[in-house]
Nanobody
Framework: QVQLVESGGGSVQTGGSLRLSCAAS????????MAWFRQAPGNGREGVAT????????YYDDSVKGRFNIARDDAKNTVYLQMNSLKPEDTAMYYC??????????????????????????WGQGTQVTVSS
């Protein structure tokens, strides 16, 4: 059974930083994608950043490019989201997500596909990030 457990959320002031972690258990795919999504009250779930497992490549939503960085530690089966220069509009519940197996021989995902919730099969419970002005 796949479990994704997020941690690292909290409250910071504008311009601050946080690092989110997503620890995956029971997740054995060596070719897949993992991602971070967020959802603010009254809004839909939006893709923030996605990273390949088993091949290089990552994707970012335009709103976080240059401020956020997604990284993975394969030995720990953990994906991170380093968030810098945080803004009040970054306030949301942040969710970790993972796909099932993706063939390494398949064409790379487009940015729209990689940041689309429908592509992902497994979800964590979320961690809250609040940025105050």
């Amino acid at each position: 059974q796949v479990q994704l457990v997020e941690s690292g959320g909290g409250s910071v002031q504008t311009g601050g930083s946080l690092r989110l972690s997503c620890a995956a258990s029971g997740y054995r795919y060596n070719s897949a994608c993992m991602a971070w999504f967020r959802q603010a009250p009254g809004n839909g779930r939006e893709g923030v950043a996605t990273i390949y497992i088993g091949r290089s490549g990552s994707y970012y939503d335009d709103s976080v490019k240059g401020r956020f960085n997604i990284a993975r530690d394969d030995a720990k089966n953990t994906v991170y989201l380093q968030m810098n220069s945080l803004k009040p509009e970054d306030t949301a519940m942040y969710y970790c997500a993972a796909t099932s197996y993706l063939s390494p021989f398949a064409p790379r995902l487009t940015a729209i596909q990689a940041l689309g919730a429908e592509r992902f099969d497994y979800w964590g419970q979320g961690t809250q990030v609040t940025v105050s002005s």
